[in-house]
């Protein structure tokens, strides 16, 4: 039985990330999505206007679950680590090497580029979101903390360290926290 409502959306949009993981971007079409997902290009079309937004709402459905999964440790360093820890187990079902392909069908498409922004741009879907109001409310981060520098930071030397092939292990986690994001956190040292 194919499923209807948002079971039938979610289905699509795992279907849809899955070949833009497998063929990347520029040879990603709707018509493999709706062969692979059992839909029909109208179904997809009634939701998506084209493929980049449908692009755009497969990266955003699958943020959103990896953030849900992050688990409310009951401190900020502990948050932090089991945040960068599912950032490093993303990288298994989205490599970094996509980003790159995006990155370069951006150039030349302005309606990846908008959905590629919106996406990279939204706060709702910053990891680093609920771990940080929940330190705010512990006491633990000041209502001021720079929540976007803390994703960027984190974010780019993860980046960094995949792009190298450097390891991204529980020592350089826990450096990365320690060293560098508590430190942000709290306003620097003091």
């Not at 084209?50 to 900020?76: W, Y």
């Not at 945040?83 to 990155?103: N, V």
């Not at 633990?140 to 092939?165: G, K, Q, S």
Request: proline share 4%; aromatic share 4%.
């Amino acid at each position: 039985m194919v499923p209807r409502g948002e079971a039938r959306t979610a289905a699509i949009l795992d279907t849809a990330l899955r070949v833009l993981v497998a063929d990347g971007y520029e040879r990603f079409t709707i018509d493999s999505v709706a062969a692979q997902a059992h839909a029909s290009k109208t179904t997809i079309y009634r939701r998506w206007n084209n493929k980049a937004e449908l692009v755009k709402s497969a990266l955003d459905a699958h943020d959103a679950n990896c953030n849900d999964q992050v688990p409310d440790t009951g401190s900020l360093r502990g948050d932090l680590i089991a945040t960068l820890d599912m950032l490093r187990r993303k990288t298994a079902s989205i490599p970094p090497t996509l980003y790159t392909d995006l990155m370069r069908a951006m150039e030349h498409d302005a309606e990846l580029a908008d959905a590629i922004n919106r996406h990279l741009t939204d706060p709702g879907l910053s990891p680093f979101d609920a771990p940080l109001s929940r330190a705010v409310s512990r006491g633990e981060a000041r209502a001021d903390v720079d929540r976007e520098l803390i994703h960027d930071v984190a974010e780019a030397m993860l980046t960094h360290r995949l792009t190298m092939r450097a390891t991204v292990d529980d020592t350089f986690i826990g450096r990365l926290v320690d060293d560098v994001l508590i430190v942000l956190v709290r306003g620097g040292v003091s």
